[in-house]
Structure formats: C-alpha cells, structure tokens
Nanobody
Framework: VQLVESGGGLVQPGGSLRLSCAASGFTFSRYIMRWYRQAPGKEREFVARISSAGGSTDYADPVKGRFTISRDNAKSTVYLQMNVLNPQDTAVYYC???????????WGQGIQVTVSS
C-alpha cells in the first residue's frame, strides 16, 4: 500500500497550490479520502474529506471556501486545490485513506506546504 503526496512547496500569501495523492495497493474507490495537516508545534488536524464515490465533501472551518477536495477513481488519485493561502496554512499535509466498514486506514508520508513572502 502506498499513498504518495506531491505538489507542495513554497508559495506567497494569496497564492494557490494543488496537492495530489496517488494511491496504490488497495481498492481506491472503496475508501473515503481525507487530507490532514500538522503545523510546527501543533497536533495533526483534519482539513477535508471526500466520500468514496466523490459525491460528498466536508471541510474544516479554517479552509472552507478556499480549499477544494476532489478525486479521480480511475487514476486512484485525490487532490486538494488550495487557494488564497495564508501563513496559517503552513504545515505538513497528509493524505489519508479510510475504509469505513472496517476502520482500516492508510497514511501518506506527508508533504510540506509553506506560505511565506
């Protein structure tokens, strides 16, 4: 099983990034996909969630209206479009796959997003 994040980096305040998470080794279309983040000195926090078929999404309050989660089950990939980024969005972002019926979950290794001028 692998979850490999990409697309992170350094961006100026107000800018945009799109994170990708490519999955392999499990039946991607059966899993809820989530993004979490962890800022320095803070606990890991939920960012966004998308249902297995992609028809339902949820967002943490700090990112509502700025971030969009989506998925392509044919490519076994989940995305996080991040717009109007601010320094408080600086964190390591993690991809997570959850099989709700069994509570089995997998984590990616994380990718750094830094918002700074």
């Amino acid at each position: 099983v692998q979850l490999v994040e990409s697309g992170g980096g350094l961006v100026q305040p107000g800018g945009s990034l799109r994170l990708s998470c490519a999955a392999s080794g499990f039946t991607f279309s059966r899993y809820i996909m989530r993004w979490y983040r962890q800022a320095p000195g803070k606990e890991r926090e939920f960012v966004a969630r998308i249902s297995s078929a992609g028809g339902s999404t949820d967002y943490a309050d700090p990112v509502k209206g700025r971030f969009t989660i989506s998925r392509d089950n044919a490519k076994s990939t989940v995305y996080l479009q991040m717009n109007v980024l601010n320094p408080q969005d600086t964190a390591v972002y993690y991809c997570n796959a959850l099989r709700a019926v069994t509570s089995l979950e997998y984590w990616g290794q994380g990718i750094q997003v830094t918002v700074s001028s």
